[in-house]
Nanobody
Framework: QVQLVESGGGLVQPGGSLRLSCAASGIMFRLFAMGWYRQAPGKQRELVADITSGGFTNYANSVKGRFTISRDNAKNTVYLQMNSLKAEDTANYYC???????WGQGTQVTVSS
């Protein structure tokens, strides 16, 4: 059974940082591309960043230069380092195994003073 468990969300002030983690089990993690999506209230879910099995990365324009996606295949974990956070980054963040139906339960990120 595939499980994706996100952690690391919370409340942070504008300009602050958070690191999200997503621990995967039940899959050959190193073989799969992974992604982080987010969904704010009243908005569609959108891709934030993704990383291929070989470590190539892709970012939404809105987070380029501020967010970094990475993976540790030994720990079956994908990370999202978020710096210079803005109010508009407030959303529920989800990790997914790209091109599959597998999603985590989400972790809430709130950027507010």
């Amino acid at each position: 059974q595939v499980q994706l468990v996100e952690s690391g969300g919370g409340l942070v002030q504008p300009g602050g940082s958070l690191r999200l983690s997503c621990a995967a089990s039940g899959i050959m993690f190193r073989l799969f591309a992974m992604g982080w999506y987010r969904q704010a209230p009243g908005k569609q879910r959108e891709l934030v960043a993704d990383i291929t099995s070989g470590g190539f990365t892709n970012y939404a324009n809105s987070v380029k230069g501020r967010f970094t996606i990475s993976r540790d295949n030994a720990k079956n974990t994908v990370y999202l380092q978020m710096n210079s956070l803005k109010a508009e980054d407030t959303a529920n963040y989800y990790c997914t195994v790209l091109s599959t139906r597998y999603w985590g339960q989400g972790t809430q990120v709130t950027v507010s003073s």
